[in-house]
């Protein structure tokens, strides 16, 4: 198995912090930038027209089989670019979420107020050929408080375990539209770093890496790929 975890296009807030290094009016689950919406389309041009840079003979395309997203907006429009350009659908797989799960900070308390995130009914408004996979109900996908730093490092081997139960030993190439933080949970989580904290990889906005599993150990095969992206269009 193959897997590409790309990080979604630049978001309303990541665009918000680069402006002005705050997160003080940070939407709990923003839309793609002006900027982003062009990301993700050529994001979706060079994983159709494309090619792994790693790869000799990979012309005219990436060879992905299956295609999941998070549950947040800026990863489902990131990968509905993805998905009508390669003409693969996309999953839902709500443990690919973001750090922190859905929440606004309360301004007055400091607290991590919890919000449900985006619901069926928008979905099938906004993305009509999404797969939910039970995941996204009518009263939207989270149902629970803030997500601790403590827990994250626990989902992170969740999906692992699980990633390799749907896909491993197989030739399946799989490809997932997620988050920088999570990113870096999942990578510690596959190449065994836990004891390394604290540590953080760069990933930036429509970013892909990539990671083999073939054999006992995985391989990290290339990160943070951006080169397909001009200099004016990168953002972290």
Known sequence: MKLYFIRHAQSENNAL???????????????LSDLGKIQAQRL??????????TEKNNQGGFPITHLYCSPMYRAIAT???ISQAIGKPLRVWKDWHEC?????????TGEKD??????????????????TENYIHENGWWNRAFEEE????????????????????????????????????????????????????????????RLDFEGDEP??????????????????
């Open 150 to 209: 403590g827990e994250r490092d626990v989902r992170a081997r969740r999906v692992l375990k699980e990633l390799l139960e749907r896909h491993g030993g197989s030739d399946d190439c799989v490809a997932v539209v997620s988050h920088a933080g999570f990113y870096v949970h999942f990578l510690v989580a596959v190449m065994g770093l836990e004891g390394l904290r604290p540590l953080w990889f760069r990933l930036n906005n429509a970013g892909i890496s």
């Open 79 to 81: 990968g509905t670019q």
């Open 114 to 131: 919890p919000r449900p995130g985006i619901n069926l009914a928008q979905v099938q408004e906004w993305f009509p050929d999404l797969l």
């Open 44 to 53: 979706a041009e060079f994983l159709y027209r494309g090619s792994d840079p």
């Open 17 to 31: 912090y680069e402006r002005t290094g705050s997160e003080n009016g940070r939407s709990d689950d923003p839309r």
């Open 219 to 236: 391989v990290l095969v290339f990160h943070n790929f951006v080169s397909y992206l001009p200099p004016h269009l990168r953002s972290v």
């Open 100 to 108: 922190g799960g859905m929440y606004l900070t309360n301004p007055i």
